[in-house]
C-alpha cells in the first residue's frame, strides 16, 4: 500500500519527463527451503519507491510512457532489506 505523488513538467501534448515518489508499507514474505523442510517470514516492511519516467504523445489523448522504479523495503523485525528495479512501459490516457 502506497502513497504516491508525482510532477511532469512541460506542458500537455509536447514531450514530458516526469518524476515521481511513493510511501508506505509492502508485505513481504521470505521462504527459505531446505531439503524437505520450507520456513516462511511474512513481515510488513516500510517502503520508498522514487520514479523516472517520460510521456511520448502519440495524439491528442494518448501518450506511450517509459519508466524506471527503484523499490526499497526496509528492514522489519527479523527480515531483510529489500530492493528490486521495475522497468515500466505502457500507455497514458489523459
Known sequence: MM???YYHFGEDGEFRPYIGTGIG???M??????GLFSSD????NFAMTPEVGVLIPINFNTALTAAVTYNWALKAND??????LTFKVGFAFM
Open 25 to 27: 508499507v509492502a508485505n
Open 79 to 84: 527480515s531483510i532489506t529489500y530492493s528490486w
Open 41 to 44: 517470514n511474512n513481515t510488513w
Open 29 to 34: 514474505i521470505q521462504r527459505t527451503d531446505l
Open 3 to 5: 502513497v504516491t505523488g
